[in-house]
């Protein structure tokens, strides 16, 4: 993953995702229930969820998974919501979240100005044929809003809804086009929404003090989480006892998490100091 902050996007729909796909030139990593994008940097990670709370929370458990996103990795949903009379294609920045069917609200933490205007959003169970509130309307946000704030810091977790709709019968929805082409219209200012989520990541990773490099080391193979923390602790070595960042000449190409270990341990022990040098 980036070291320069990274993003979690979970979207919907493959409609709804498509401009985000081809803005940050995502690709396909992989199968499963549901599919995952990535860039090439690792800095955006893109999970299509499908339709509902529960698709919702379990991409984003599965992108969580999939991604091996850190604690310091910002989440973005971005979709399509009802409301009740805003122009078709606004885009709205939520800053309070009502589950309709629990009644359980949620508020999002904003530590920098967006690019949009805000609004409440409820989600609901069922598609909404009539709005009472001037709120947006959708049925994933809560969930998303729920699950990625246990995973990440609250502040680094956004919801953007563009207006699809003032009240559909169930199955009466917009071409797949035109929502394309709302959220296309969108982009330039989810840029900068974008912006100011990885720079909040970044400073969140080098708050937490993530070892410099530990991001490439573990993307190398797959690393246990008792791996990972013995990789912390190597690469705190290696900074003590100024090993530079690019390990390539200690562990090769390898890409086998046992060996780069033991490999990166083996050279640290045969390092000497010499204290008389100041």
């Not at 409301?83 to 933490?109: C, K, M, W």
């Not at 956004?158 to 969108?186: F, M, T």
């Not at 080391?217 to 989480?225: G, K």
């Not at 705190?236 to 060996?259: E, H, M, N, Q, Y």
């Amino acid at each position: 993953m980036s070291d320069g902050g990274v993003l979690c996007w979970v979207i919907a729909l493959s409609c709804e995702a498509a401009p985000v796909r081809e803005r940050y030139k995502l690709q396909r990593v992989q199968g499963g229930p549901f599919p995952v994008y990535r860039s090439t940097c690792g800095g955006h990670w893109l999970v299509e969820s499908g339709i509902g709370r529960s698709n919702a929370a379990a991409a984003v458990m599965h992108l969580h998974h999939v991604s091996q996103a850190p604690r310091h990795a910002a989440w973005l949903n971005l979709g399509i919501a009802g409301h009740r009379d805003l122009p078709l294609g606004e885009a709205r920045l939520i800053n309070q979240v009502v589950e309709q069917s629990t009644g359980r609200t949620f508020y999002p933490v904003q530590l920098f100005t967006p690019p949009f205007l805000r609004a409440s959003l409820t989600t609901v169970d069922q598609v909404a044929e009539g709005m009472t509130d001037d709120g947006c309307y959708d049925m994933e946000g809560s969930a998303v809003l729920d699950l990625a704030s246990r995973l990440s810091s609250p502040e680094l977790v956004a919801l953007v809804k563009l207006v699809s709709d003032h009240g559909v019968q169930p199955g009466q929805y917009p071409k797949r086009s035109q929502v394309s082409a709302w959220i296309e219209a969108q982009m330039d200012d989810v840029d900068r929404m974008v912006e100011g989520l990885k720079a909040l990541s970044a400073d969140e990773a080098r708050r937490t003090g993530e070892p410099r490099g530990f991001t490439a080391l573990i993307e190398r193979a797959h690393f246990t989480v008792s791996q990972r923390h013995q990789a912390r602790d190597l690469l705190r070595r290696c900074k003590a006892l100024g090993v530079g960042a690019d390990l390539t000449s200690i562990i090769g190409d390898s890409r086998d998490a046992k060996w780069i270990l033991k490999r990166l341990a083996d050279h640290l022990d045969g390092l000497e100091i010499d204290w008389a040098q100041g």
